[in-house]
């Protein structure tokens, strides 16, 4: 489930569409959580699917640490990539403002969680990293973590209208915080690791 002030926004011809914020949208504020509507698709039950929606499915769900396809039933699907993305996934099933949000910004995410099985070459950001690929949780875990942990300093001080999705298991580990949090390394699905 999306933040509740953002929408969908064409962004350009070599984008498409895109997720914008309505209101500010604070660095600490969890941006997007994976709720009971959010479609789970294992990998039997992706293979049981006709090839033109095994592909629709490839184009807008992701792919969660469990090999599951994960079909978000509200506009996240639209969420864009970004190397300097503005929001990061956590290992707890939500995605977090890493920085101050605007009205009328782009929210962003790192695809590189995805557990995408070929590289993929977005939009040229300037960056040093020029291409997503399927180990990034591995290589970047260390530079996610920390901006992860530096935005849940925020967390308990900004609003939080998607907390009540939160898992249980989010909230016994937060009990324990500043004790360091799952690493997003965990989002690596298995058979890639």
């Not at 002030?5 to 914020?21: K, P």
């Not at 396809?69 to 300097?84: E, G």
């Not at 290992?91 to 557990?115: C, H, S």
Request: proline letters at 7%; hydrophobic letters at 40%; glycine letters at 4%.
């Amino acid at each position: 489930m999306m933040h509740p002030d953002t929408r969908v926004q064409f962004i350009s011809d070599e984008v498409g569409h895109g997720v914008v914020a309505t209101a500010f949208i604070p660095k600490g504020t969890i941006t997007w959580v994976q709720d009971p509507l959010d479609q789970v698709f294992t990998a039997h039950r992706r293979a049981s699917l006709p090839a033109p929606t095994q592909a629709l499915l490839e184009y807008f769900a992701f792919k969660n640490a469990k090999n599951e396809m994960i079909l978000c039933w509200d506009h996240a699907r639209y969420v864009n990539h970004s190397f300097k993305s503005n929001c990061l996934s956590t290992a707890y099933d939500f995605e977090v403002a890493i920085r101050d949000i605007r009205p009328g910004e782009q929210l962003t995410d790192d695809y590189g969680y995805l557990n995408l099985d070929t590289p993929w070459k977005p939009l040229d950001e300037g960056t040093r990293r020029k291409w997503v690929r399927p180990d990034d949780p591995v290589r970047c875990a260390r530079a996610w973590d920390k901006n992860i942990d530096q935005a849940m300093r925020h967390f308990d001080s900004v609003p939080q209208p998607l907390a009540e999705w939160v898992s249980g298991e989010f909230w016994a580990d937060w009990q324990l915080w500043p004790a360091p949090l799952k690493s997003t390394v965990d989002l690596l699905c298995a058979r890639l690791a």
